[in-house]
């Protein structure tokens, strides 16, 4: 079976178990964001990951990551709590390929849904990162860090 088509199958479970694991993660925002918004979101990133994976090109995913950090960075979340729902989906999405797939097939699909989810989220962090160099988010001050140094 095709990754793309066993991922698509495997959707409502594959949501439903990110969706979870988010919640025992406890993060503020996406508490204050109500379940059903944080499910619906975890749906289209999903949704993004099997047009990707269908299509072997990763332009749509890279727009909705540069999308998702714009508006969250604007909504006040700290880059470590978008980063962990795109790693809610990904940690599921890998625990069922590993307990579905056969041997034969885990190389590929690991390595399909870890390039795309992966590069996702270098685009997410680089976008959230312009912005904040940007905006001075107190989130990624260092200046704390360096008391006492002289500064030329």
């Given amino acids: 079976m095709e990754t793309a088509e066993f991922l698509a199958r495997e959707r409502q479970t594959i949501v439903d178990a990110a969706n979870a694991a988010l919640v025992r993660v406890h993060t503020h925002s996406y508490e204050t964001a109500g379940a ?9 990133l999903f949704d993004h990951l099997l047009e990707a994976l269908g299509t072997r090109d990763l332009g749509s995913i890279f ?3 540069q999308q998702v950090a714009e508006e969250r960075f604007n ?14 989906l ?31 989220k270098d685009e997410l962090a680089r976008t959230y990162v312009s912005l904040a160099t940007s905006a001075h988010a107190p989130s990624l ?10 500064r030329a």
């Fill in 141 to 150: 001050d260092l200046a704390a860090l360096f008391a006492g140094i002289e």
């Fill in 36 to 44: 059903g918004e944080v499910h619906r979101r975890l749906e289209a």
């Fill in 90 to 120: 990904e940690e599921a999405t890998w625990s069922r390929i590993l307990d579905e797939l056969a041997p034969s097939q885990l190389a590929e699909a690991l390595g399909l849904v870890t390039t795309i989810l992966g590069a996702a």
């Fill in 75 to 88: 909504a006040g979340y700290d880059l470590s709590e978008v980063q962990a729902a795109f790693n809610a």
């Fill in 63 to 65: 727009t909705y990551a």
